[in-house]
């Protein structure tokens, strides 16, 4: 988004499927293309935009926005991959035929495990996944996307 100009933003945007931004390039799409957040919402089926330690949203027009909560991480070592890995894990989701808010906590907690390490994509789930996973939103969510897993339920 940075460096690309409104009408290039505009013909990328209009009709997506989803659109994945976080704040920052939120701020950029309406600046460069003038059109309002309403606006961009109503050109694509799914807006989602991550807000750091916020969380994310999910939006479809016409519909309540569903704000998800950032799983905890560990700790905070590097911010590099986070997006990517949060995107990774709600494509997995949707691949899964999981609801968006599903899809967008596996994503919440796919990017908690990149900030816990330096580089992009240098984390590794042990037989971790599924038990922090329902630490951050409960044991019905947890029982949703476990069949999607390959470990054992903890």
């Known amino acids: ?19 994945f931004s976080n704040d920052y390039e939120d701020g950029l799409i309406t600046q460069k293309t003038g059109w309002s957040h309403e606006e961009i919402l109503e050109r694509v089926a799914v807006r989602v935009i991550t807000r750091g330690a916020k969380g994310s949203s999910v939006e479809i027009a016409g519909e309540p926005r569903l ?13 590099t991959g986070v997006g990517d890995a949060y995107r990774a894990g709600f494509l997995a989701g949707l691949a899964w035929k999981l609801s968006l808010e599903r899809c967008a906590q596996v ?13 992009t994509q240098e984390y590794r789930f ?21 069949p999607h897993l390959d470990q054992p339920r903890l």
Not at 8 to 19: E, H, M, P, Q, V
């Open 1 to 19: 988004m940075a460096w690309l100009d409104g009408p290039n933003i505009k013909r990328l945007i209009d009709g997506a499927t989803y659109l």
């Open 67 to 79: 704000d998800i909560p950032i799983a905890r991480e560990v700790a905070r070592v590097d911010p």
């Open 107 to 119: 994503g919440s907690l796919l990017a908690s495990y990149a900030i816990e390490v330096v580089g």
């Open 126 to 146: 042990g037989d971790t996944f599924l038990t922090r996973f329902e630490e951050a939103y409960g044991a019905a969510a947890a029982a949703q996307i476990a």
